[in-house]
Structures are given as structure tokens and as C-alpha cells.
């Protein structure tokens, strides 16, 4: 019995020394595999070419560096890489008052091509100003920027990582960059770590962001403060502003998007002749602020408790602004989401307007849907020019070679995206995001930085009336604010008068604080 049992421990030991060195092994295999999917980290590429424009009656020479910027870890080591383009002046003898503004777009996931493009940049895309026609088939007219702003400021055009050419690298994890905090905080490590490396940390500093751009443009403003790297700003340019959620998102139930939404639904109506004709748009769209005051907030906020006689005028009142049918108003409960009002507007000719932009309309092949099917006419008529636009100026005029496509946008950063970390380290959206009060708080520590808030009145994802009613509250500094308006969209200048009025608000935001 007792050599019975010491065999047996005897084939135990054996079971588990094997055990032990199977264990090894295979640690030692899966080490050495993901040493495999560490790939080498290439040698961050960069592209300088020379070049001259005329802006604003001056003929300015310029520097334009298209370059990878890899952005460290802890250990020093290159975890990500945020690709860029600088508009710098050449010959300057004072770079302390040269200004330098960094510019981005949103999404979140979308890369800085349009304002690179259609805004801001030495060239830019011509799209159909009065959006009536789709952007058709290559060859796009690109054309010098007359109205550009290189005459009072360089421009960086920044991609966040995900977009354009910008990527995670060796280590680096796409969730350490995919959050609205993570997100900032990689942009203002960029701007700082740019600064530093061209020697500009005594220039006057901007930033213009779109859309999402805005909320990152806030968070980066607050990030700069943090980090023992204190960064100032001199202004933040706003263009279709996002910085509360809940005045932007149009569903079920959210009784501030109701209020926030309807003058830009008025304005849209008045532009497609379906309401306050024979008198101007500034005028219709004040007298639909003061209804949406005065008795539309009073209605929805009693709701049910509306007597027949109520419902009806309100009703009535709505059909007058939007140009809908007052049965179909009172069937929706006297509450249009944007989307419906999209389908419904033109639905008797069987199109479907955009949502970017209320001017542009597309013709679906399903005429009954709830809501737009083919997707949004203001992104799908001028998406594929400024795609190419930007791909050609790339390869022909800053002579760029890379060994990927440049992604204008990303849904996979859209899909992962996490906005607000709680303690615990988990992700949780209980109520709309609001970088508002960031804001009021940047503009009171820092008493020189001002805003500039341009809004499109055809605006049907950010409408300007969101932005009244954001920047009237949230301790943001009022007098430190400008509000300006567009006849057109969300991107504003994609119609050429508006493309010169942004340039001129932008040019006098920025020449008033310089001289």
C-alpha cells in the first residue's frame, strides 16, 4: 500500500511539473506572439513645400509642413501619431505677434478636411452654392482662397486619432483616444508639444472648431489649463456650435430640443416658400423665437392638461412657422421631430430635405418612410468633391506620398466612442452632454479669451437657437461673445456670400485682438 501511494505522489509531481513547464510555454508563446502584433514603429513622415498667396491685399510666402507628430507614453515610448498640416509665414521677424490658430472638425470621427477645404485653407472646393445640384462626377473646380486668412494668422489643420492620417502606434489603444476627454486631452497635447517645437508659445493663440469641433474646442480650452503646462487662449472660434446636447438631439420626449429646433424648422419652411412669405427671414424667425417663448414652451410643458381649444391654436400657430399640415401636427401631439420634418416638408414632391443643411433636398425612392432613407442630401451632394479635392491638392501641391488612404471620416470612433468617465472607471450617459459650464468657467479664469459663434439659420443638427439659449446661461461671459448668423447651414460656407461673411467675422475676430 505504501509504494502504491508513493508512485502515486511520484506521478503526481510528474503531472504537475508538466503542467508547470506546459504553462511556461505557452506564456512564452503568447509573449512572443504579441511581440508579433507590436509592429515596428515607422519613422514619422513629413512633407515641407513652399508657396505664396494674396489675402487680405498683402502677398503672404508661406511654409506648409504635412507631418506625422508622435505622441509619447509614459516609458517615452510612441503610442500614437496625429497627422497635421501648418500654414506658417515665412520671414517673420517677431513670431510673439504672429497669431496661430488650430483648426479641427467633429463628428466625432471625422477628419479636418472641411474646413481644410471649404473654409480655411491656401485652396478650396467649389460646390454648388445654391445647393440645387448634387457635386456629380471628377473633375472638381479647386481655386485659390482669395478670402483666406493667411495675411493675420498661421493655421494648423489637425486630424485626432482614427482620422485622416492619424493612428494609434505600438502600444497605443484606440480607447486611450476614443472619449470626449481622452480625446481633448490628445489635442491639447498635440497643440502644446507643436508650440514648443516651433517656438510659439508667446504667439496670440486660437482655436476653430465645427460642430463636434466646438465641444472639443471647449475641453481642449479646459485641458490646457491642467497638466503643469498652462496654455492660454486667446479666443475660440465656434462654427454651428454643440456644446449642451440636449437642445441638439432631436427624440422623443426631450422637450428642450422641441423649443431649441423650431425657429430653424421656420426658417427652413420660409426658404422652400412653404411659410412667412412676403416677409424677411430675420423677421419671420424673430416672431418664431418669441411664439417659441412665449407659448410654445407654455404648451409643451403642460401637455396633456391643454384643453381641445389650446391644442388647436397651437397647432394652427406651429402649421403657420413650419409649413406642415395642422392635422398632421396635432396627430404628432404638437411635437415635430427634426427627422419627420425632413420627410414631411417637401413631401409633395416627393423629396426629402437635408439635415446638415435644410437648403438641400434629394429625391428618395421610398416617398411614405417615417423619416429620410438614402441618408442626408447636404452630406451626400458635396461629400465626394471635397473627398477628391483634398486627395488631389494632397498629392499635386504638397507633393504628399502615404502608404494609406486619408479617412475623411471614421464610424468606428462613432461606434466606441465613450463621452463621460465616472469613478469607477465604467461609461455612463445619464443625462446629455454639456461642456457649457467649461466654458463660462475657462472664460472667468482667463479674462482675455473671447468667442466668436457663427450659426446657420438652415441648421438641422445644430440649430442656432440652441446656441441663444446655451450661451445664455451656464456662467458663460456674455459680453465676451459674438453671435453671428448665416443664410445657409451647418457648413455656411459651402454658400459663397456666407463663405465671405464667415472669412470677414473671422478675420475681425481675430485683427481686433492683435492690433
Not at 416 to 437: F, L, M
Amino acid at each position: 500500500m505504501t509504494h502504491f501511494i508513493t508512485k502515486m505522489i511520484k506521478g503526481i509531481k510528474k503531472s504537475i511539473l508538466v503542467i508547470i513547464v506546459l504553462q511556461s510555454f505557452l506564456i512564452t508563446a503568447q509573449k512572443k506572439e504579441k511581440e508579433k502584433e507590436i509592429k515596428p514603429i515607422p519613422e514619422a513622415k513629413s512633407f515641407i513645400t513652399t508657396h505664396q498667396i494674396s489675402n487680405g491685399g498683402k502677398l503672404i510666402k508661406y511654409k506648409a509642413s504635412a507631418t506625422e507628430m508622435y505622441l509619447k507614453n509614459n516609458d517615452d515610448e510612441p503610442v500614437a501619431s496625429i497627422w497635421s498640416v501648418a500654414y506658417t509665414q515665412e520671414g517673420i521677424s517677431d513670431l510673439n505677434k504672429r497669431p496661430v490658430t488650430f483648426i479641427f472638425n467633429g463628428g466625432p470621427g471625422s477628419a479636418s478636411i472641411w474646413l481644410h477645404m471649404g473654409l480655411l485653407g491656401p485652396q478650396i472646393v467649389k460646390v454648388n452654392s445654391d445647393a440645387k445640384t448634387d457635386d456629380g462626377a471628377a473633375p472638381y473646380p479647386l481655386v485659390t482662397n482669395n478670402d483666406g486668412l493667411f495675411d493675420i494668422t498661421d493655421l494648423v489643420f489637425i486630424d485626432p486619432v482614427g482620422t485622416g492620417y492619424s493612428r494609434v502606434l505600438g502600444k497605443g489603444k484606440a480607447e486611450d483616444y476614443w472619449g470626449l476627454t481622452e480625446d481633448a486631452t490628445s489635442i491639447a497635447k498635440f497643440m502644446r508639444q507643436w508650440v514648443t517645437e516651433n517656438k510659439r508659445w508667446f504667439s496670440p493663440k486660437y482655436i476653430a472648431g465645427e460642430s463636434f469641433g466646438t465641444t472639443r474646442a471647449v475641453a481642449v480650452a479646459n485641458a490646457l489649463e491642467n497638466n503643469g503646462q498652462d496654455m492660454a487662449l486667446n479666443g475660440l472660434v465656434l462654427i454651428s456650435q454643440a456644446l449642451d446636447y440636449e437642445g441638439s438631439t432631436s427624440i422623443h420626449d426631450n422637450i428642450t430640443s422641441y423649443l431649441t429646433y423650431l425657429p430653424s424648422m421656420a426658417a427652413t419652411a420660409w426658404y422652400h416658400n412653404k411659410a412667412g412669405q412676403g416677409k424677411p427671414l430675420e423677421d419671420f424667425v424673430e416672431e418664431c423665437r418669441n411664439f417659441t417663448y412665449h407659448n410654445y414652451a407654455t404648451a409643451l410643458y403642460k401637455g396633456n392638461l391643454l384643453n381641445e381649444n389650446e391644442r388647436k391654436n397651437i397647432a394652427l400657430k406651429l402649421s403657420y412657422f413650419i409649413g406642415l399640415d395642422t392635422a398632421y401636427i396635432l396627430k404628432s401631439n404638437l411635437r415635430i421631430l427634426v427627422p419627420r420634418f425632413q420627410k414631411q416638408l417637401l413631401a409633395d414632391k416627393g423629396l426629402a430635405i437635408g439635415r446638415l443643411d435644410g437648403r438641400y433636398f434629394g429625391d428618395e425612392s421610398d416617398d411614405v418612410s417615417e423619416t429620410p432613407h438614402l441618408g442626408d442630401p447636404a452630406s451626400y451632394q458635396i461629400s465626394s468633391a471635397y473627398t477628391a479635392a483634398l486627395n488631389h491638392y494632397y498629392a499635386s501641391t504638397l507633393n504628399i506620398e502615404m502608404d494609406r488612404p486619408y479617412l475623411t471620416s471614421n464610424d468606428a470612433i462613432d461606434a466606441k466612442w465613450r463621452w463621460k468617465p465616472i469613478p469607477d472607471g465604467k461609461y455612463w450617459e445619464p443625462t446629455p452632454v454639456n461642456v457649457a459650464r467649461q466654458l463660462g468657467e475657462t472664460m472667468r479664469r482667463n479674462t482675455n479669451m473671447n468667442v466668436l459663434v457663427a450659426n446657420g439659420y438652415y441648421d438641422l443638427i445644430c440649430p442656432f437657437f440652441d446656441a441663444e439659449y446655451t450661451f445664455s446661461r451656464n456662467s458663460i461671459v456674455s459680453e465676451r461673445v459674438k453671435m453671428v448668423y448665416f443664410k445657409a447651414g451647418h457648413m455656411m460656407y459651402t454658400h459663397e456670400p456666407d463663405l465671405i461673411k464667415l472669412s470677414s467675422e473671422i478675420r475681425k475676430f481675430i485683427s481686433e485682438r492683435i492690433n
